[in-house]
Protein backbone atom coordinates (compact mmCIF):
# COMPACT_ATOMS: atom_id res chain seq x y z
CA UNK A 1 0.00 0.00 0.00
CA UNK A 2 0.87 3.41 -0.94
CA UNK A 3 0.88 5.99 1.55
CA UNK A 4 1.83 9.75 2.65
CA UNK A 5 1.72 10.73 5.94
CA UNK A 6 1.39 14.58 6.74
CA UNK A 7 3.34 15.67 9.97
CA UNK A 8 4.14 18.89 12.03
CA UNK A 9 0.15 20.70 11.90
CA UNK A 10 -0.73 22.35 14.71
CA UNK A 11 -2.34 25.50 16.56
CA UNK A 12 0.36 29.11 16.13
CA UNK A 13 0.14 32.49 16.15
CA UNK A 14 -0.23 35.20 13.41
CA UNK A 15 3.71 35.74 12.78
CA UNK A 16 4.90 32.27 14.01
CA UNK A 17 6.16 29.42 11.66
CA UNK A 18 5.50 25.76 11.19
CA UNK A 19 7.17 23.06 9.23
CA UNK A 20 5.61 20.53 7.36
CA UNK A 21 6.90 17.08 6.19
CA UNK A 22 5.42 14.47 4.47
CA UNK A 23 7.11 11.25 4.12
CA UNK A 24 5.82 8.62 1.18
CA UNK A 25 5.90 4.70 1.63
CA UNK A 26 5.21 1.72 -0.15
CA UNK A 27 6.75 -0.04 -3.57
CA UNK A 28 8.15 3.20 -4.68
CA UNK A 29 10.64 3.19 -7.78
CA UNK A 30 10.60 6.95 -7.98
CA UNK A 31 9.12 10.04 -7.53
CA UNK A 32 8.36 12.15 -9.85
CA UNK A 33 6.79 15.86 -8.81
CA UNK A 34 5.71 16.47 -5.17
CA UNK A 35 3.49 19.36 -4.27
CA UNK A 36 1.23 20.85 -1.18
CA UNK A 37 -2.22 22.10 -1.27
CA UNK A 38 -4.75 23.46 1.28
CA UNK A 39 -8.29 23.49 1.95
CA UNK A 40 -10.29 26.19 4.28
CA UNK A 41 -13.24 25.62 5.21
CA UNK A 42 -16.00 26.32 2.68
CA UNK A 43 -13.32 26.58 0.22
CA UNK A 44 -12.04 24.68 -2.53
CA UNK A 45 -8.78 22.82 -2.55
CA UNK A 46 -5.81 24.97 -3.93
CA UNK A 47 -2.32 24.54 -4.57
CA UNK A 48 -0.12 25.83 -2.19
CA UNK A 49 3.71 25.16 -3.94
CA UNK A 50 5.27 22.22 -5.96
CA UNK A 51 8.24 20.93 -6.61
CA UNK A 52 9.71 18.80 -9.52
CA UNK A 53 12.05 16.04 -9.29
CA UNK A 54 14.31 18.73 -11.39
CA UNK A 55 13.72 22.63 -12.60
CA UNK A 56 12.12 25.53 -10.42
CA UNK A 57 9.66 25.90 -7.50
CA UNK A 58 5.96 26.75 -7.91
CA UNK A 59 4.25 28.66 -5.19
CA UNK A 60 0.76 30.35 -4.87
CA UNK A 61 0.89 34.23 -4.76
CA UNK A 62 -0.54 34.49 -1.46
CA UNK A 63 2.43 32.72 0.02
CA UNK A 64 5.01 33.50 -2.07
CA UNK A 65 7.80 35.24 -0.18
CA UNK A 66 6.65 33.11 3.01
CA UNK A 67 6.68 29.39 2.33
CA UNK A 68 9.54 27.06 1.30
CA UNK A 69 9.11 23.83 -0.03
CA UNK A 70 11.87 21.27 -0.19
CA UNK A 71 13.02 17.71 -0.61
CA UNK A 72 14.85 15.18 0.51
CA UNK A 73 14.87 12.37 -2.06
CA UNK A 74 16.71 9.66 0.06
CA UNK A 75 13.48 10.03 2.58
CA UNK A 76 11.05 10.24 0.10
CA UNK A 77 9.93 13.17 2.06
CA UNK A 78 8.77 16.44 0.99
CA UNK A 79 8.88 19.53 3.35
CA UNK A 80 7.13 23.47 3.53
CA UNK A 81 8.78 25.47 5.92
CA UNK A 82 5.93 28.29 6.56
CA UNK A 83 7.31 31.27 8.28
CA UNK A 84 5.04 34.68 8.91
CA UNK A 85 1.79 32.95 8.98
CA UNK A 86 -1.07 34.81 8.85
CA UNK A 87 -5.15 33.89 9.77
CA UNK A 88 -5.49 33.54 6.31
CA UNK A 89 -3.49 30.46 5.82
CA UNK A 90 -5.60 28.48 8.34
CA UNK A 91 -6.65 25.13 6.89
CA UNK A 92 -5.77 21.39 5.80
CA UNK A 93 -2.90 20.69 4.15
CA UNK A 94 -1.94 17.67 1.96
CA UNK A 95 0.92 16.50 0.31
CA UNK A 96 0.85 14.80 -2.90
CA UNK A 97 3.10 12.85 -5.19
CA UNK A 98 3.36 11.91 -8.36
CA UNK A 99 5.35 8.43 -7.65
CA UNK A 100 6.49 5.30 -10.24
CA UNK A 101 5.84 2.02 -8.33
CA UNK A 102 8.17 -1.11 -8.74
CA UNK A 103 5.56 -2.13 -11.93
CA UNK A 104 6.17 0.86 -13.25
CA UNK A 105 2.82 2.17 -12.78
CA UNK A 106 2.78 6.35 -12.15
CA UNK A 107 -0.02 7.59 -10.14
CA UNK A 108 -1.01 10.44 -7.87
CA UNK A 109 -1.35 9.99 -3.87
CA UNK A 110 -2.84 12.22 -1.56
CA UNK A 111 -2.10 12.11 2.29
CA UNK A 112 -4.35 12.16 5.05
CA UNK A 113 -4.02 16.05 5.60
CA UNK A 114 -2.76 17.89 8.54
CA UNK A 115 -4.29 20.81 10.03
CA UNK A 116 -2.61 24.10 10.72
CA UNK A 117 -4.76 26.81 12.59
CA UNK A 118 -3.14 30.59 12.61
CA UNK A 119 -4.47 33.10 15.12
CA UNK A 120 -4.48 36.62 15.65
Known amino acids: QMRLVESGGGLVQAGGSLRLSCAAS????????MGWYRQAPGKQRELVAT???????NYADSVKGRFTISRDNAKNTVYLQMNSLKPEDTAVYYC??????????????WGQGTQVTVSS
Open 96 to 109: NADIRTIWSRIETY
Open 26 to 33: GNIFSINA
Open 51 to 57: IPSGGST
